[in-house]
């Protein structure tokens, strides 16, 4: 208002001295006509001049007058505003000093020991400012706005206010602030929004694992009473969160309820998998369920659309297991039953006829496996090179993996193939274009593949897989062959191969390669090995595999054999089953001496799991086995590793061997409490 003022009085004034000017003018005309009225007009000029500069003097002073009245009115209601704050305020320094407060914060605060708290609330202000001030200068002065949320006794309180340094310590090169701060109560607010949250719908969908195995397995008189058993305890569990439970399809469930049950849901760690479960069928298979839920989306369409996507996750794990999709994050609960066998051979021959139009399609291809390659990896590469050339396109393997654990394979392959199969990253980069098509084996995540950038690249993609599903998959593929079920990558080339309208050839240092992918996924057809895995193996015998040679290429020398013995005699026994070991040097062949220190430790008695640490460089690796009875891959997924029940492996930056050991320690300990 001040400064309205001002600016009028300005402009009057500048108008008056323009008239002035004009009437001096004309004047000046008149006695350039008549020079006896020169005296008369220099006195009237005079008088205007005297006349103006008088109302001028009055004017102004009836200006600054309103303005000092107006001022201190302003003044006044702020003062009064303040004084009568309908919110509790507060003016205090940074160091606790209390400057002065209001009667409603005298008030509002009256049966609370708020000062401890205001301590608290005023040091969590003072490192905010210093925050915002450390990417500003230090001596500005200008005011500065602050807001929290802070819960005092129960109560939401939203705080808002400024600040303004105060003092400067010079010695110890440190500030004080003056703070102003209004505390507005936002409990009412807070209680509608979380009953508006707790109101929301959550859709979840429910799915019987092998419904066609027990079907097919118990007699038909019994059938409607097991599915009925099934079904009512499905419905007495969705019944617990008042939930509607629908039946879209004779082993698929739709179940709805409200968000304010999903925390119990939590709690309760899903008991609904362990209650099916424990359904006794004489004769049959283990029941087990897979259940998606999610709170994604802002229709139930939606809502929907992500459970399914929920579900593919969780069958794409093994099932019997749930999953919740909240916050735009994955939790899962279960996953402790054994992966069993259910492919069937027509889609094999769906994928296998797909894969060879996509091949026939594309100008070239490019295959690749995982960082840090093993034999299944390379083996599963070579049969899908093969496939390609087969088919007449050019091909190529990116791998830029070396040591002990494909040196001798690598040294067979170059002995007995002339062909240059191999390329690095960079040649495989500069080669793609919008006809290439990329195809990745023994890995479905995208963080993991030899090349990440090559898959943002390429404009087609295949996908073939047998890890369980992690939340970091391949998106985008336009053809995906992921089947949790098979005990490698090898074994699903080599059903491909069988399923291809042209008959494909292989030489023997592919047969022998995906032989080979195969015993390393299975142990020597010890672990996760169905009837599929010895067919597949079956049809590469046939083809001529020289199994001894294929033997020779696992063997250890004796210098790598005693440093896995030093590493099993230095285990540690953790929950009096779990062999938790490190492997001391640093080593570019450090996850394959874990890898196989891990099977060694499994191999003595009362040990049912064993976890090996390991030292590759930039990373820590982490090699898991289990027998089965403990879930190895739900333990290191929490380390960001994955794999499968019996066999993973994680990688963790940021840490030493001996932290990874005792964060391994504590997620082992974890995994018991929720399990």
Known sequence: MQNTNKRTFEILNSRTKIYLVIIAILLIIICCYQIVLIMPSVIFYGIICFYTLWTSNKRKAEISEHIQELTINVDSAAKNTLINSPFPLIIMETDGNIIWRSSKFVSEFANIAINEELNELIQEIKIDIEELNSQEDINKTKDKSIQKEEVIDGKNYKIIGEYIKSKQNERKKTSEYMVMLYFIDDTEYVKALRKYEESQT??????????????????????????????????????????????????????????????????????????????????????????????????????????????????????????????????????????????????????????????????????????????????????????????????????????????????????????????????????????????????????????????????????????????????????????????????????????????????????????????????????????????????????????????????????????????????????????????????????IICAKAADELLSISQITASFVIGDIGDKVCISGRSIGDINVQVILEKLGGGGHITLAGAQVEGMNKEEVKQELIKKIEEYFEEY
């Open 202 to 591: 959550c859709i979840g969908i429910i799915m019987i694992d092998n419904y066609d195995e027990i079907m097919q397995r118990i007699d038909a008189e019994l059938k409607p009473q097991i599915i009925a058993k099934i079904e009512k305890e499905i419905y007495n569990w969705a019944l617990e969160s008042n939930g509607v439970v629908i039946k879209s399809e004779r082993e698929k469930f739709v179940y709805i309820f409200e968000q304010r049950y999903l925390s119990k849901i939590k709690e309760n760690k899903f008991q609904i998998l362990d209650t099916v479960k424990d359904i006794n069928i004489d004769g049959a298979l283990q029941l087990t369920l897979s259940i998606a839920i999610s709170t994604q989306g802002a229709t139930q369409y939606e809502k929907y659309k992500s459970a399914l996507s929920g579900m593919d996750i969780a069958l794409g794990r093994g099932g019997d297991q749930a999953i919740i999709r909240e916050n735009g994050k994955y939790q899962f609960f279960g996953g402790r039953a054994q992966e069993l066998e259910k492919r069937t051979k027509v889609k094999a021959r769906i994928v296998a006829h797909a894969l060879e139009e996509l091949i026939l399609e594309a100008k070239d291809v490019i295959i690749m496996g995982h960082t840090n390659g093993d034999i299944d990896s390379i083996g599963s590469a070579l049969g899908i090179y093969r496939i390609a050339r087969c088919l007449g396109k050019e091909a190529k393997i990116i791998n830029e993996t070396v040591g002990i654990s494909l040196d001798s394979f690598m040294e067979s392959l170059k002995k007995e193939n002339d062909e240059e199969i191999f390329i690095t990253k960079q040649e495989a980069q500069d080669q793609i274009n919008q006809e290439t098509l990329v195809i990745v084996v023994d890995t479905h995540k995208r963080s993991y593949v030899e090349s990440p950038e090559l898959l943002e690249k390429a404009n087609k993609i295949v996908v073939i897989d047998h890890h369980r599903r992690s939340t970091d998959f391949i998106d985008n593929a336009t053809l995906t062959f992921h089947e949790v079920y098979a005990s490698s990558a090898a074994e699903l080339v080599t059903e491909l191969i069988q399923y291809l309208e042209k008959p494909i050839k292989l030489k023997t240092i592919e047969i022998e390669g995906l032989y080979a992918g195969i015993m390393t996924d299975t142990k020597n057809f010890t672990f996760k090995t169905g009837v599929r895995t010895f067919e597949a193996a079956a049809y590469l015998r046939k083809c001529g595999v020289d199994i001894i040679k294929v033997k020779k290429w696992f063997q250890t020398d004796l210098e790598n054999y005693n440093i896995i013995s030093d590493i099993v005699k230095k285990a540690e026994i953790v929950k009096n089953t779990i062999a938790v070991a490190i492997y001391e040097s640093e080593d570019k062949n450090s996850s």
